[in-house]
């Protein structure tokens, strides 16, 4: 992974790990975004209008939301798995929430192109041929 690419996405993490998701001057206009298949009613999106209406009906279920990058895993083929740490408290709930999960990027020219997530980091090693 090159240097850009990697202080783009820890400028993307540092965001939100405030639970600050709605900057995309990091993201190509078309970036590309699928989400886990675990998570009910949200399969994906296309573009960042998309990726923000992604993050707002996915944060709509949270009083409170935040991401944590724990560990950046170079696939040596343009794109990054990062272990992540999300951290939510459910709305009307007060319930707080810890998951683990995975981050797959393709960066491009020092901008995020695609994201996918996953709920099982080991499946996004997999899949990216890392394990």
């Known amino acids: ?3 850009e690419d990697l202080a783009t996405l820890e400028r993307v993490y540092a965001d939100w790990a405030k639970g600050k998701f709605w900057n995309f001057d990091r993201f190509h ?3 590309k ?6 998570v009910p009613d949200i399969e994906g999106a296309q573009d960042v209008d998309g990726l923000g209406d ?3 009906n996915w ?3 949270w009083e409170s939301c935040r991401i944590e990058a724990e560990e950046f895993h ?3 083929d343009g794109r990054i798995v990062v272990f992540v740490r999300v951290h939510a408290r459910g709305s009307g ?16 020219d020092g901008r995020a192109a695609a994201i996918r997530a996953y709920s099982d980091r080991e499946r996004a090693m997999r899949e990216t041929g890392l394990t």
């Open 33 to 38: 975004t699928r989400w886990a298949t675990e």
């Open 74 to 76: 170079d696939s040596g």
């Open 59 to 61: 944060t709509s279920a």
């Open 93 to 108: 709930s007060a319930i707080d929430v810890a998951m683990s999960n995975a981050h797959v990027w393709t960066m491009r």
């Open 54 to 56: 992604l993050f707002r």
């Open 1 to 3: 992974m090159s240097e």
């Open 29 to 31: 206009r078309d970036v």
